[in-house]
């Protein structure tokens, strides 16, 4: 899958994807990564990539002709077009995967200042947000889309490591832990050293429904479970009501 980036901070990004997986990931060209730097896409003297908001106002907006210039400098036919945004659809788990299977090529622009000449949209399939707060620019978002399909990618991690994930059917990763056995007199619990496979998968399942209901029990409604599970649920409620 390639990835092309649009920003006007190029090292923000080349810094992230220098390091550990991502790194990996670009060396057995899993993934392409082409960071555009929005100020080489300007006729504007000194640069300029952002003007004053018609009509008054505080803060600089994006102007259209660089970032539209730079969408048309990498864009293909097969390309998606993605535009860093708080006002997008709110990114997760499950468009992440989606994202993994179904795009050869994607264009993540990174917004930046006050906003974004609003006809900069007619260029764009989508607006993606990473979540209900501001940053200060679009940087942080797209590394973090990047990331999230990247990971999923066939020979990038181990399977093992992503298919019981957080959020895979909408539970939360179970608990875990390594040596030293005893810490501080805090002990690992037993089955994991007990070689049981059968039992340490079922501590690990009671281990995820346990964080979901704990932690997240709004996810619990979305995830399908059977009828182990469902009883498993049951008792917690109970050892709540019970408190
Ligand atoms: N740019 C500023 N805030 C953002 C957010 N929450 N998600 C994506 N891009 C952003």
């Known amino acids: 899958m390639k990835f092309s980036i649009i920003t006007l901070f190029p090292n923000l990004i080349n810094s992230y994807i220098s390091e550990s997986i991502i790194k990996r990931a670009i ?3 899993s993934i392409d990564v082409e960071i555009i730097d929005l100020r080489n896409h300007t006729t504007l003297k000194h ?4 003007d004053y908001q018609l009509g008054g106002g505080k803060g600089m907006v994006l102007m259209p002709e660089p970032v539209v210039n730079a969408i048309e400098s990498c864009k293909k036919e097969n390309s998606l077009v993605v535009l860093t945004s708080p006002q ?6 499950n468009l992440a995967r989606q994202y993994s299977l179904k795009y050869e090529h994607i264009i993540l622009i990174c917004g930046h200042y006050e906003g ?6 007619d260029y764009v ?3 993606l947000s990473i979540g209900d707060y501001v940053l200060t620019g679009g940087e942080i978002a797209s590394i973090v889309i990047l990331d999230s399909i990247t990971r999923l990618l066939d020979g990038v991690i181990a399977k093992d490591s992503y298919i019981n994930d957080s ?9 875990v832990y390594t040596k030293p056995i005893n810490f501080r007199g805090k002990k690992a619990p037993e089955v994991l050293t007990s070689g049981h496979h059968a039992n340490v998968e079922k501590y690990r399942q009671e281990g995820r429904l346990r964080n979901t209901f704990n932690k997240r029990p709004d996810l619990l409604e979305k995830s399908e ?4 599970d469902l009883e498993f649920i049951e008792k917690l409620k ?3 009501g019970d408190k």
């Open 27 to 29: 060396e057995k060209n």
């Open 47 to 50: 640069n300029q990539v952002d």
């Open 88 to 93: 997008g659809q709110t990114w997760n788990q």
């Open 116 to 121: 974004f000449d609003e006809r900069i949209l």
């Open 125 to 127: 399939d989508l607006e």
């Open 167 to 175: 959020f895979e059917n909408n539970l939360l990763d179970h608990p």
């Open 225 to 228: 479970l059977n009828k182990l």
């Open 238 to 240: 109970k050892m709540k």
